[in-house]
Nanobody, 127 residues
Framework: QVQLVESGGGLVQAGGSVRLSCAAS????????MGWFRQAPGKEREFVAA????????YYADSVKGRFTISRDNDKSTVYLQMNSLKPEDTAVYYC????????????????????WGQGTQVTVSS
């Protein structure tokens, strides 16, 4: 089992930056790929970014590529999402999630691949 707790959200002006953290408990964090998803009001939850268990593989949604950076620290059992050049359309609840499988060499953009989810943290970008 993996328990996930996100933090770091808040209100930021357009063009600003925010770093989200997702702290994990459980022994298997370091062997699981991790993903960030987001859900804007009235919209479905969508993929944002993912990172392999080793940190060597990264993948981003086109809408955030070049602005967001995902990283992880397996010693601290934490995954991060650095968000720069924020836009009002980035406003959403952001969720981190852990892969249902261990030691997978690839990352998935599909929510069904992720078995463990945090409670989410709100990011609001004002114009």
């Amino acid at each position: 089992q993996v328990q996930l707790v996100e933090s770091g959200g808040g209100l930021v002006q357009a063009g600003g930056s925010v770093r989200l953290s997702c702290a994990a408990s459980g022994r298997t964090f370091s062997r699981r790929a991790m993903g960030w998803f987001r859900q804007a009001p009235g919209k479905e939850r969508e993929f944002v970014a993912a990172i392999t268990w080793s940190g060597g593989g990264l993948y981003y949604a086109d809408s955030v590529k070049g602005r967001f950076t995902i990283s992880r620290d397996n010693d601290k059992s934490t995954v991060y999402l650095q968000m720069n050049s924020l836009k009002p359309e980035d406003t959403a609840v952001y969720y981190c999630a852990a892969d249902r499988l261990e030691l997978v060499a690839y990352v998935s953009t599909s929510q069904s691949q992720y078995a463990y989810w945090g409670q989410g943290t709100q990011v609001t970008v004002s114009s």
